[in-house]
Each structure stands twice: as C-alpha cells, then as structure tokens.
C-alpha cells in the first residue's frame, strides 16, 4: 500500500532556520516519508539519527545536476548512510534548455554510475519538459525512451503535466511499473496564466483521481509538494495532511 511523504522544499524556510524541529513537525503531521532537497550543512550522521528518531523514512534526495556530475560519489555516501537509494535530478536550468542532447547523454552516464553503486536515479519533471520537442516528441519522453528503465526511474510531478496541457492519469498509465514516487501537489491558474501551488484539494486539478491513478499503478510513495505557500508552510502541509486524511476516511488506500 503506497504511502505519503513531503518534499522537504515546501518547508525550505523553516528547514533552514530549525532543520531539527522541522523534521519533528513534519513526522507529527502524520507523513511517513520525507524527500530531501539539501541537507542545510547537517552531517550525514546528524540526519540519520533524526530520521530515526522521528521515524521518518528518506524516500528521495532531489540533487542538482551540478553535485551528480561533480560530486556524485559524495552523494551516494551520504544518501546510503541515511538509508536512501534514489537520487532525483530535480531540474535544468533554463539556459541549458537548448542542449538536450548533451543532458541526456548525461543523465545516463550519471544513472550507470548509480546503478554500478545500488543507487537509484531518477527524473523529476516541470511543465517544459512537455511543452518542448526533441526530435518530434515531448522531451520527458525522449529522455525516458534514451535512457534505459534499468537506469532510470519516473518521479511524475501530476501537478506540471496537467498544467502543461496534458493527462497525469495517462502518463501514470504509461510509465506504470516504472515509477515508484509521484509529486501530488495541486495548482491554480492566475488571471496572467502563470501557476500557483496551492493546498491539496484548493486547486483545480482533480487530486483523488491522480491519487486514485498512481495506487492503482503500484506507486510506493505519494509525495506532497508545493513550491510556494502563500499561508505558510506549515499550515499549508498541514492542510494538505488534512485533506490526505479526508482521503483515506472515503477509501484511498493509502497507509496513514
């Protein structure tokens, strides 16, 4: 039964001024799992013992591209230690956008130096992944037929493949058995057309139908995310805690 964890960046702030209580918070909210997105200069022993201590499992560690073609041995060691087998290239900066080619090459000389290691990559998508072609097609899709599900695992952020114009329940059908976390995280269209993360349940995709999608598909972790927080970080996770609740009271069958 697949459970729920929290991307670490919805609470970058408080993370970064008490990154002990935060961790606390979050396991007193109710999720199982965090996936990290830095470790705020907190060792790997520091972590580990916290993690323990408030029973949280490392589901994830979103590491930029930087850090996996420079430093990746560094990372490995570390995530190991804390009990973490999945690194996750977060994102690509808009100027390196025009290069996909080279990305790609990279990402799969990163993934076999992973694998040669135990260690798991995997891809996190924006909406411009989707909204950019590469040889006829979506770039997500290219970089998941390049590089091999042997190598390189689906982290399917629903939340940018809707707003990009396209089904999140179809793509979890199509990566299906290849994607063991999904971002669940909700939005809303400003009068401008740009987006706004908003709290599970105050946006206007349709949350249980994903949620219903990736259990249905075999996702292990359902992971909230949400990029900004107009109401404050913590009521905002805690709010959508709320509403992950309200969801397995009416039969989601998700293990809270």
């Excluded at 960046?9 to 996936?35: I, N, P």
């Excluded at 059908?173 to 401008?192: A, I």
Aim: hydrophobic letters at 40%; glycine letters at 8%.
């Amino acid at each position: 039964m697949a459970k729920i964890a929290l991307q670490l960046y919805t609470v970058r702030e408080q993370m970064e001024q008490d990154f002990e209580g935060t961790l606390r918070k979050v396991a007193e909210l109710g999720y199982q799992g965090v996936e990290f997105a830095g470790f705020y200069g907190r060792t790997k022993e520091q972590v580990k013992a916290l993690l323990e201590e408030n029973g949280l499992t490392a589901v994830g560690a979103h590491t930029s591209l930087d850090l996996l073609l420079n430093h990746l041995d560094e990372q490995i060691e570390i995530n190991q230690f804390i009990g973490n087998n999945k690194l996750i290239v977060p994102y690509v900066a808009e100027e390196d956008r025009g290069r996909w080619e080279e990305i790609i090459a990279d990402i799969q000389r990163i993934a076999e130096a992973c694998a040669a290691k135990g260690i798991t990559l995997m891809y996190h998508n924006h909406d411009f992944e989707l909204t950019q072609k590469l040889n006829g097609e979506t770039v997500l899709d290219t970089i998941f037929e390049t590089v091999p599900a042997s190598l390189l695992e689906v982290e399917l952020d629903s939340c940018w493949v809707e707003f990009a114009g396209f089904d999140a329940v179809a793509y979890i059908e199509k990566y299906k058995g290849r994607m063991p976390l999904l971002h669940l995280k909700d939005v809303k269209k400003k009068e401008d057309g740009s987006p706004e993360t908003v709290e599970l349940g105050a946006g206007q995709l349709d949350i249980k139908r994903i949620a219903d999608a990736a259990i249905e598909a075999g996702v292990e972790w359902l992971i909230v995310e949400q990029d900004y927080t107009a109401n404050g970080a913590i009521n905002c996770i805690t709010t959508s805690m709320d509403w992950v609740k309200n969801y397995v009271s009416q039969g989601g069958k998700l293990n809270v």
